[in-house]
Every structure is written in C-alpha cells, then in structure tokens.
C-alpha cells in the first residue's frame, strides 16, 4: 500500500505495524507510513475515539501548589533556554500539563497563559496555580483570535496534534517580530528509531499520530520567513528521553514482567555509555527547534506580512 504524505503529497510507503507497547491499551495494530520527500512518519487511519487512549492519570496531577514547585523546579532549564532569546514578555504554552514549566517562566517574571485539551489539568492550573488556561481542543481558532505573543511552547505536543503544521503556522502567526516558537518533539532521525524501530516507545502508538523530522520543522519555520536560531539534541529534557528511550524500549522488547527491570537497568547504563553519540542532533531521541520571527519594521507581524504579500 503507498500513501501520499499529508503533508507534501510525497510517496509514502507503508513503514510498520506496531501496537500500543507502552501503554498495552488493546491489541489493535496501528500502521504507520513515512514520506519519502520530506520524511514524516505518520499513523493512517488515527482512530477516532483518540480520548480514550489518555486514560485518567495520564497527567501526574501534583496533590497541591507544594508539589507543583518541586516538579516546577525541573523545568528550569526550559525557562533558562527561551530567557536566553526572549528574557521577558507574554508567554503561550500550549499543551501544559499541569503546569510546571508555566509555573517556573511566572517565577522567572513571564506573563503566563495555557491551552489544554484536559479538563482536569485546567481546573488544576486556574483553580489551583492561578493561571490563565483556555480548555479546548481547537488551538488554532484560539491563535487566531489571540493578541500577539513573544513566546509560544510546544514541549513534546506537536506528535500528538493531527495535521501539526497547522498549528505551527496558526502558533507562528500569532507571534510577534523578535518573538519566538519552541518546539521539542522525538525525532525519527534517531539511533533509537533506527534500532527499535515499531517497538521504539517514542513511536507511542495510537498517541504519537505524526513524527516530524528536525529538518522538516526547520522548513516549515522558514517558509514562514522564521530564523532558526537552535536546533539542540543535548538540551536537559532531550538527555532524558535519551535514557528514557533506552529503558522503555528495551522494556517493551522483555516479554515476561520479570525482566523488564532488569531491561530498563541495562537500557538506563546503554544511554550513559551512549550519551556522547546520543547528544548529536543527528542521532538524539528528540530535539528542541527555537524559531524566532525575525524584526521587519515596527509593529509588523507575520499575520502583517501575509497581508500584505496578499494586497
Ligand atoms: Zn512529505
């Protein structure tokens, strides 16, 4: 079977079947297809009752605003990488969670707000850690109504949105000259991809619907006239998917329960073995992109821009 890539209309043949090995949520087989023009791997059909692969406690809610500070305290190193472009002003992260990196940008002085799908986050994020958080599933219509931000997130979000190039346009729009885009996704350029392949967790089959490769995040930024200004495999949170990846994977490959410790044991020691090649963009799990809209003249935006390439 050949597929045209939704993206490019590229010819994609069919990649893998795989099945749900992290969460072992049924025993369907999902068929994922990757393009050969621009290289995404993408899942065809995407079931359509997506909600009921989120089960509750998906989220790890903290218990109370002393939890989320600790947890906050991890996301640190998110705050010090976007601080390092944008050190102050209006931040958007869409698909927080509950919360923790917003919570560190407003310790650091950002003005915060959030976009999340999940009720439950939502409430825990205004009621709880007072942040300003629309509940919704169409972010796109959400950026389009939006005042211009300095700064929109996408930490590990962008694999689990149907058709995401939609979203980053609307993201890319919606943000102001000097301001930026971050996106961290897994990458299928991986040593990883290339050893586990179906059975790699960051395939995390019916979740992960597209997997865009670096370059192609990197083409979509600048045919918007976007400036790459990073493109990192060696940032904190790729370090730990990294060693992440090694012990799931390895995990998913033990069939009986009793070695899947001993697997991700000997998975967690592969990655520190393996970390020097791993921390290249070229081989790493996944990879942070940070997209800058570039200054044209005062007061113009993207959205300016199109207008008036469009008059
Ligand atoms: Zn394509």
Redesign the pocket.
Same mark, same amino acid.
């Given at each position: 079977m050949n597929y045209? *890539?939704?993206? *490019? +209309?590229?010819a994609?043949p069919r990649c893998f079947r795989t099945e749900d090995f992290n969460r072992r949520s049924s025993s369907a087989l999902y068929t994922y297809f990757r *393009?050969?023009? *621009? +290289?995404?791997l993408f899942l065809d059909p995407v079931p359509e009752n997506l909600g009921v692969f989120y089960p509750k406690g998906y989220h790890r809610m903290p218990a109370h605003i002393g939890d989320l500070e600790t947890l906050a305290r991890g996301e640190k190193y998110k705050v010090d990488l976007v601080s390092r472009f944008v050190p102050i002003g209006r931040l958007l992260e869409i698909g927080p969670s509950y919360g923790g990196f917003l919570y560190a940008a407003r310790q650091a002085g950002y003005t915060v707000e959030g976009f999340e799908m999940d009720k439950d986050c939502c409430r825990f994020l205004t009621e709880i850690a007072s942040i300003p958080t629309i509940q919704g599933t169409d972010v796109v219509a959400a950026l389009r109504c939006s005042t211009p931000y300095d700064i929109i997130t996408l930490w590990h979000v962008v694999e689990h949105i149907p058709s995401p190039w939609i979203t980053v346009r609307a993201a890319m729009e919606a943000i102001r000259p000097g301001g930026i885009l971050v996106i961290a996704t897994p990458s299928t350029d991986s040593f990883q991809f290339r050893i586990f392949g179906r059975r790699w967790t960051h395939i995390d089959a019916p979740r992960h619907i597209t997997l865009l490769p670096p370059s192609?995040l990197a083409s979509i930024g600048k045919s918007a006239g976007f400036e790459i200004v990073e493109l990192s495999g060696s940032d904190s949170g790729t370090l730990y998917w990294n060693e992440f990846g090694w012990r799931e994977s390895l995990a998913n490959l033990s069939p009986m329960p009793a070695l899947k410790l001993a697997s991700r044991l000997f998975g967690s020691a592969l990655s520190i073995a393996l970390s020097p090649i791993e921390r290249r963009i070229r081989w790493s799990s996944s990879y942070t992109i940070v997209l800058r809209n570039p200054v044209i003249s005062p007061g113009s935006t993207i959205r300016d821009k199109n207008r008036q390439g469009a008059s």
């Open positions: 045209s *890539c939704p993206y *490019c +209309g590229g994609s *393009c050969t023009s *621009c +290289g995404l192609l």
